[in-house]
């Protein structure tokens, strides 16, 4: 197996630490050749979403993402990934890959709760450490679209078919029990 991580700017190095202690391949994906590689799997990591949309553009690699993610390649995007993959942002006129029927807030906690670490139950997985920074949540969500977390009252983790996005970073913790829950999504 082969994961191919977005390494365009924010936290791609993190998952890349994580699937190495689960034995998992992965290699950054940095221009549109990296993308013909064949992955088994995509990470969309957090950062600004702004700036990794921006670069997605600018590097012509939006259509080519949007196409293997349409055409059913498992991917993971955690915070702004969850930003990119969404088919409408509450606050913010851009759309980036709009794969996900999920309708998200950005930067939703506003400034005193901008950042914080809590514990909360993970569907099939359990109670999980979750860190948020700047983090947005899910307002709204479609049919076909199965919650996983919630936190505070909102949804903060989801899944549509081969897409997973959590609002949280779990490449932040020493849990690994959510990147192992991605790659049981490739390998089913
Ligand atoms: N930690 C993060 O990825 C923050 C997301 C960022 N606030 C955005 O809007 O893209």
New binding site residues.
Partial sequence: MNIGILALQ??FKEHKDILDKLEADSYEIRKKSDLKKRPDGLII????????GKLLNDLDMMEELKNMIENGIPVFG????L?LLAKKIEN?KRIHLGCMNIEVQ??AYGRQLGSFVTEEEFQGIGKIPMV?????YIKSIGNNVKILSEVKGKIIAAEEKNILVTAF?PELTKDTRVHKYFIEKITE
Wanted: charged share 15%.
């Fill in positions: 924010g936290a990591p957090g950062g600004e979403s702004t700036v990794i955690t915070c702004a990934g930003i913010d950005r930067n948020f920074i700047r983090a947005p970073h």
